[in-house]
């Protein structure tokens, strides 16, 4: 067909700055091209009878102009004037005359069909999603964002927008907030309206596409308290919708995820908190119900009234028709359910009822957690560790709906809380084993991807931080505490009486038994000499071989016998007051897979309770492991473990090990006897298990 979308005669299309309907012209004729349609946008002078199949019009001037040139069109409404000035207004009259005499007038906000007598049928706006993507924005605080175009025709001091009530929420939550639109009526409004240009404050006028996107992705909440929209959801709503936030909003959002708010701060304050709450549900959400609007979907439902329309049927009466049909359904309060970090379930939609949700253990058949909720409300259990959920709701007129806990195919996340190498190639197993047992599509976050995204081709590896929709789950892997010590409810048991493996198996509720994570194949380094390799420094005092002849007499002797000694180490000599040993080969600035070479070129490893230890296990490396500190139990098995049992050991299973403080020593810091748990490990107690590695 040949197409005519009639140029509004005021901005360029596509437009170099705030323009919405221009935008829409443009996607419409970007999308209509692809369908192999050819579509120009001319200017109303420029059109004359029969010269298009379709004449695509979008003001009401335009539209009555092409009424007495004898020119049949249709027309869309985009004017949110109409509304807000009532039925006895001039703007209301004549989009009025407009829509009776197109063949088809076309409205984006579905009140708006009752609103004009029936005549018009409802076409939503779309979004690139292609453009508009979602980013993670730098972590911390959360960052609020308004845009728009404020006030109304000749009320430049009318907060359409909400403007002053984001603000407001702003500043009694302390959050940093972005206000972006044209200078046309938002510099007016600041200027009648000073009160509110509080330090946490930015604005941002006439800014072009690229920047507002910008400005999307790094915002975490999109406020939008306004008043009227012609666009149910406008095109604000759906590019920031596009780029993954969280928006906040009064009734515009027909069917996109969001968050229901009245002009009233202290409202808007309460659900800006329970956003933050359940950010990574809604993020997910929003960006699962914005893939409806692309504009290649919206475009094609246009595509099929035109076709109609050039078939000369009566398209208006046929929609009408399938519209009343629909107003006669009722639309259902929709439960949603996730179980991203805990249990969670949301009811939203239009009808007002009482909910009672319970969380139930299936294995011990204990209700863990029992909610009242209404709709526009939500629950969760605080139990994050895995569980067999069952989700019992019970509505205020008998309605019963459960859900159980399957993840078959469904897309479950696994977050490795911790950047260690050790607990790194230490929790890995458990998160293929969690993927085997469920048969879901498991992503994990690791800070070391790069080791294991060749051996596990079944995992899909993304970056710590890195967003990731639609996910039916979320697990944590890690040590976490609370005000009273160990988080329960992030851990099932006390991990300090496990092995660091069973961490992962606990929380997953995987049957442990110690599995060796799958490793790279590196080709071992080739060397003239034979050598071992050594690791001295750690993440804490405790945790270092702290016998201060130690380290030198096991290299004096290795290099007796005719063997170098190569220290793995990107700690400094000196490091925290922890002299090297003398006669070694520094190895420091290579990355993994250089040091696993080294590793499997040597005769073994001698090392501390650290990731390099962890590194020469999975590599099948003999591995010495020195340790007083923690129980050899918390460590792997296949190793030659030293430790003196006749003095102060295993704290770390006793108690809470404090991060912060480098000379922790709970049971004797400031005393002679502070670290004497590897003190009094000797080398002559390391020499045995040396000479077995070297075969002597």
């Not at 479950?412 to 993927?435: C, K, N």
């Amino acid at each position: 067909m040949k197409i005519a979308q009639v140029h509004l005669g005021l901005l360029p299309i596509p437009p170099n700055g705030w323009g919405a309907v221009e935008k829409i012209i443009w996607n419409y004729a970007i999308e209509l091209r692809k369908l192999g349609h050819q579509v120009n946008i001319p200017y109303i002078n420029e059109i004359s009878r029969d010269q298009y199949d379709i004449v695509h019009t979008h003001v009401w001037n335009h539209a009555l102009e092409l009424r007495d040139k004898d020119i049949p069109y249709i027309f869309t409404c985009h004017d949110h004037h109409t509304y807000i000035h009532g039925k006895l207004s001039f703007m209301y009259q004549k989009n009025l005359e407009a829509m009776k005499s197109a063949k088809l007038a076309i409205v984006p906000a579905k009140f708006l069909i009752e609103y004009f007598d029936d005549v018009p049928i409802y076409l939503e706006h779309g979004v690139d999603l292609n453009q508009y993507t979602a980013n993670t924005p730098p972590k911390g605080i959360k960052r609020l964002i308004c845009v728009g175009n404020n006030g109304l025709f000749g009320e430049n001091d009318f907060d359409r927008k909400g403007f002053r009530f984001a603000i407001e929420a702003a500043k009694e939550l302390n959050l940093p907030i972005t206000v972006a639109g044209p200078t046309k009526n938002n510099r007016e409004f600041f200027e009648k309206n000073p009160d509110l240009l509080i330090p946490n404050l930015t604005i941002r006028y006439d800014l072009p596409d690229h920047s507002i996107l910008n400005l999307y992705q790094n915002h975490d909440i999109l406020v939008h308290a306004t008043s009227v929209e012609a666009g149910h959801p406008p095109l604000t709503l759906l590019e920031a919708a596009g780029c993954g936030l969280p928006i906040l909003t009064t009734d515009c959002g027909g069917n996109l995820h969001t968050i229901p708010i009245i002009r009233n701060t202290n409202d808007i304050i309460d659900k800006i908190r329970y956003t933050i709450d359940s950010y990574e549900f809604h993020k997910n959400k929003t960006l699962e119900t914005v893939k409806q609007f692309e504009w290649k979907k919206i475009v094609k439902k246009l595509n099929g009234m035109y076709e109609v329309i050039s078939e000369k049927n009566d398209m208006r009466t046929s929609a009408l028709s399938t519209y009343n049909s629909m107003k006669m359904i009722r639309v259902e309060n929709s439960i949603s359910i996730n179980f991203i970090d805990g249990p969670f379930v949301e009811i939203t939609g239009p009808n007002t009822k009482k909910y009672t949700v319970k969380f139930i253990d299936m294995d011990t058949d204990q209700i863990i957690y029992s909610i009242d909720l209404n709709n526009y409300s939500w629950g969760r259990a605080n139990r994050k560790w895995f569980t067999n959920w069952k989700i019992r709701i019970v509505s205020d007129d008998d309605e019963i709906f459960e859900h159980i806990y399957d993840a078959t195919n469904k897309r479950v996340l696994i977050s490795f809380e911790s950047s260690s190498l050790g607990d790194t190639i230490a929790w890995i197993p458990y998160v293929e084993e969690f993927r085997k047992k469920h048969n879901c599509h498991m992503i994990v976050s690791t800070f070391q991807n790069e080791l294991f995204q060749s051996q596990y081709p079944d995992i899909e590896f993304v970056k710590p931080g890195e967003f990731i929709d639609n996910l039916y789950a979320l697990y944590q892997i890690g040590c976490f505490y609370d005000k009273n010590g160990i988080d329960t409810n992030k851990h099932k048991t006390d991990f300090r009486k496990l092995r660091l493996q069973e961490y992962a198996s606990d929380i997953l509720d995987i049957d442990f038994k110690e599995v060796l994570p799958l490793m790279p194949k590196f080709k071992p380094m080739k060397s003239k000499k034979p050598y071992i390799c050594i690791a001295n420094h750690s993440t804490a005092q405790l945790k270092y071989w702290n016998n201060p002849t130690g380290w030198q007499e096991l290299v004096d002797y290795v290099k007796s016998l005719g063997y170098d000694v190569y220290l793995l180490s990107k700690e400094e000599d000196g490091y925290m007051g922890n002299i090297n040993p003398t006669g070694v080969i520094k190895i420091d600035g290579k990355s993994l897979e250089e040091i696993g070479s080294i590793l499997l070129g040597s005769k073994g490893f001698v090392g501390l309770g650290s990731g390099l230890s962890w590194y020469s296990w999975a590599l099948g490396i003999p591995t010495i492991l020195i340790s007083g500190f923690s129980e050899p139990h918390q460590e792997m098995k296949d190793v030659y473990r030293v430790i003196n049992e006749s003095v102060c050991h295993g704290c770390f299973a006793r108690h809470l090990f404090d991060k912060g403080d480098w000379n922790w020593c709970p049971d004797h810091k400031g005393t002679p006897r502070q670290f004497e748990c590897s003190k009094s490990i000797s080398f002559d107690m390391v020499k045995p298990h040396l000479n077995k590695i070297l075969k002597i």
